[in-house]
């Protein structure tokens, strides 16, 4: 999937997500409002540098609970997707 196709997804699935485009590389990033605050977080990116390359997802939230950028070279469809999502919105309550 390429970054667009991921922004129609997101934004279908999860209307509670904010999508802000990024810049070199081309892309989106997604956030969220912590429940305790309403700070918004971001939750992850997509990101592709040319045409022909891969998509790739930073794990935003998994990226800071373990102290290490979590990058995923993403190839795969909407079920894994919404997976990746879900999981990242589950994790944004341990914040």
């Keep these: 999937m390429d970054p667009h196709e991921i922004l129609e997804l ?3 699935r999860f209307p509670g997500l904010v999508a802000k485009p990024r810049r070199n ?7 969220a409002a912590r429940s305790r605050d309403q700070k ?17 997802l ?14 995923i070279d993403f190839k795969e469809g909407e079920a894994r997707l919404i997976s990746l999502v879900q999981q990242e919105l589950r994790e944004l309550e341990i914040l």
Excluded at 40 to 56: D, I
Excluded at 59 to 68: D, G, K, M, T, V
Aim: proline share 7%; aromatic share 10%.
């Design 10 to 12: 997101v934004t279908s």
């Design 25 to 31: 590389p081309d892309g989106w990033a997604f956030y």
């Design 40 to 56: 918004l977080v971001r939750v992850f990116r997509a990101v592709r540098s040319s045409p022909s390359s891969v998509t790739k």
């Design 58 to 71: 930073k794990l935003a939230i998994s990226s800071r609970l373990r102290q290490e950028p979590v990058i």
